[in-house]
Nanobody
Framework: QVQLVESGGGLVQPGGSLRLSCAAFGTIFSINTMGWYRQAPGKERELVALITSDGSTNRADSVQGRFTISRDNAMNTAYLQMNSLKPEDTAVYYC??????????????WGKGTLVTVSS
């Protein structure tokens, strides 16, 4: 079985920074695209950023120039560096691995989420 474990959330003032981590645990053969999504209270879950196994990235317009996604393939870990945080970035942030392959086959996985609160 595979688990995605997020960490790094918390309370930060507007203009501050946080770095989220998402580690995939298990006997993993490969992971293709990893991504970060977020869900604010009363809103639908939305894409924040994606990164492929070869390092290509994509980000939502709302976080361009402020958030950076990266990954360490050897550690099966993805990161989200969040700078210049705004109150509207407040949400539960979820990690997703689009296709994780193990000896049992390939499927997608989600983490349980980490709360980011931007407030003074």
């Amino acid at each position: 079985q595979v688990q995605l474990v997020e960490s790094g959330g918390g309370l930060v003032q507007p203009g501050g920074s946080l770095r989220l981590s998402c580690a995939a645990f298990g006997t993993i053969f490969s992971i293709n695209t990893m991504g970060w999504y977020r869900q604010a209270p009363g809103k639908e879950r939305e894409l924040v950023a994606l990164i492929t196994s070869d390092g290509s990235t994509n980000r939502a317009d709302s976080v361009q120039g402020r958030f950076t996604i990266s990954r360490d393939n050897a550690m099966n870990t993805a990161y989200l560096q969040m700078n210049s945080l705004k109150p509207e970035d407040t949400a539960v942030y979820y990690c997703n691995a689009e296709r994780v392959c193990t000896k049992y086959g390939c499927r997608a996985y989600w983490g349980k989420g980490t709360l980011v609160t931007v407030s003074s």
